[in-house]
């Protein structure tokens, strides 16, 4: 009774404003699994399971970096969120709506707001059709613009990713990857994009190309409050855009947290051993000890029992082996599934 008398509204006030704000885009308990079908049988014998219950959020305007080992999932969750493939289990919130289950028909307002950026910025484009088309496509599928304000847009979109107007009428294979992949930003713009999924922009680029496009994305997120999942192997380019940075093994997340605390605090020993493999720039200073994991990635058509990381991890206990780890919040917004940390 007192405690709700003495409560002013300048306080219910103050309450409410530092309430944290809606993520744009939250993944809940996400699982894919791909059926494994035997030569000749139409049984589906076992699966594989790409993603077994992956749970994250990205604010707008935040980039979240989305790290691991080749064929832990990361694509796979990418391609999932935009329903490329379909989920097996969990939902994906976008602005608060459940799109996991809406039809194709209920899904196109959506599409608009939820692009991607493909690795290969050769095979992601039609060699057939001018970049101009391809740029302008989705205008023209979403019926937003024809004839001359197309071209208008879409060349405004060329100006703006770093390229000439007067380049739209030519073909893919007369641009090098680094002017393809900025082509692909600008596809990837031309509707009223909200949140973007770099499925390994910068990796089939040059390093000096790598920091053009990384710092093109960075701009165009402070100029139009752009959400990004950045999915890369490469933790220095990922420390460079994230706001924070999710690891993944084997199908799950390991570890989640502000890029800062993750970097300086790792907590998995997975997260521990990806960063001891990070090259120092400054030759005068002396890197982390490098951490060697033994052993291949299991096969995700039979994970381990326990953590999955038990197989290669060098802190493993008995306990790692039969019991999985729960995801928990270690400290303030720092989120790992161990039992040892």
Not at 313 to 331: G, H
């Amino acid at each position: 009774m007192a405690d709700v008398e003495t409560t002013s509204p300048a306080n219910n006030a103050s309450q409410v404003n530092t309430k944290a704000p809606s993520p744009l885009l939250k993944v809940e308990a996400l699982k894919t699994h791909f059926p494994v079908r035997k030569e000749f049988s139409s049984r589906s014998t076992s699966f594989v399971y790409a993603v077994d219950g992956v749970s994250f959020s990205i604010q707008k305007g935040e980039t979240l970096g989305l790290v691991g080992e080749s064929g832990c999932g990361k694509s796979t969750v990418g391609k999932t969120i935009l329903r490329l493939v379909e989920p097996t289990a969990g939902r994906v919130r976008f602005e608060g709506t459940d799109i996991t289950a809406l039809s194709r028909r209920e899904m196109r307002p959506f599409r608009q707001m939820m692009q991607i950026i493909f690795q290969d910025p050769y095979s992601s484009l039609n060699p057939r059709m001018s970049v101009g088309n391809i740029v302008g496509q989705p205008l023209i599928i979403h019926k937003i613009a024809s004839g001359q304000e197309l071209e208008h847009r879409v060349g405004a979109l060329f100006e703006r990713v770093g390229l000439r107007a007067e380049q739209m009428r030519s073909y893919p294979h007369e641009f090098s990857g680094g002017q393809r992949q900025r082509i692909g930003i600008a596809r990837a713009l031309a509707l009223n994009t909200k949140l973007i999924i770099g499925d390994e922009p910068v990796s089939a680029l040059d390093v000096s190309i790598q920091a053009q496009v990384i710092n093109l994305l960075m701009d165009l997120q402070e100029e139009r409050d752009l959400s990004y999942l950045f999915i890369s192997h490469d933790l220095a380019v990922v420390e460079h855009i994230s706001h924070r940075v999710a690891v993944m093994y084997l199908g799950k997340l390991v570890e989640l947290a502000d890029k800062r605390e993750i970097y300086i605090n790792p907590l998995h020993p997975y997260t521990e051993a990806l960063l001891s493999a990070v090259p120092t720039p400054d030759p005068t200073v002396r890197g982390k000890k490098r951490i060697l994991l033994e052993g291949d990635v299991p096969s995700p058509i039979n994970p381990p029992s326990g953590c999955r990381f038990h197989t290669r991890c060098p802190l493993a206990e008995s306990q790692c082996r039969i019991e999985e780890p729960v995801w928990r919040e270690a400290t303030p917004g720092h989120w790992v599934a161990c039992h040892l940390r």
